[in-house]
């Protein structure tokens, strides 16, 4: 399964006067690359456009195969992107790393928001902090730390400027699959309260 990225944007229009969206990043599949999944976007302060996403690797294609993340940068609104991926997260899971989400802080820090799979009972995001532009990462640090279980990741940006994530608790029996209520989760800093 391959990830193709489309653009429309004005500044792409200027440059190359196209008025329908047109593929600008397409990640093929290819040996021990089987499936490219996932991703978010965020803009840097120096005018580039981060891509982070879901590499898998190995032979499997499944959402249970092995997995990092990777990034690609564009420099021109995202109308060509480098060439190779940068892995930045390695596969510290039992399965994977995926399901990418990237935010920028109020104290423009970014944040990295993916989820450590262990197994399809235990599953838990895991957030990490950059103070310098992508360039490199901090620790993880678990979202949920008073469960255990297989968890969900969504960023939200609320209207009124307050950095939220939310999650769905999903508890996976061999018999059965329920979903628990969505929790809000305020970010302070490096700390978080329930609201």
């Not at 499997?60 to 190779?84: C, F, H, M």
């Not at 399901?99 to 895991?126: E, H, M």
């Amino acid at each position: 399964m391959g990830l193709s990225l489309f653009s429309c944007s004005k500044k792409e229009k200027a440059v190359t006067d196209h008025s329908e969206p047109r593929t600008v990043l397409k990640l093929t599949p290819s040996t021990n690359n089987p499936r490219n999944s996932e991703g978010d976007f965020i803009n840097l302060k120096d005018g580039r456009i981060i891509f982070v996403y879901t590499h898998f690797i190995g032979e499997s294609t499944s959402d249970n195969a092995p997995a990092v993340l990777a990034q690609r940068y564009s420099d021109n609104g995202g109308i060509t992107w480098t060439k190779e991926d940068e892995f930045i997260i390695p596969n510290e899971g039992g399965m994977n790393v995926m399901s990418v989400s990237l935010l920028r802080l109020q104290n423009g820090d970014i944040a990295l928001f993916y989820l450590l799979k262990n197994s399809t009972i235990d599953c838990t995001p895991l957030m990490r902090i950059s103070k310098d532009e992508a360039k490199s990462w901090g620790d993880a640090i678990p979202i949920i730390t008073d469960k255990k279980g297989y968890f969900v990741l969504n960023t939200v940006n609320e209207t009124i400027g307050n950095t939220s994530v939310t999650y769905a608790f999903e508890v996976r029996t061999d018999k059965l699959i329920s979903t628990g209520k969505v929790t809000f989760v305020k970010l302070v800093g490096n700390k978080k309260a329930k609201i």
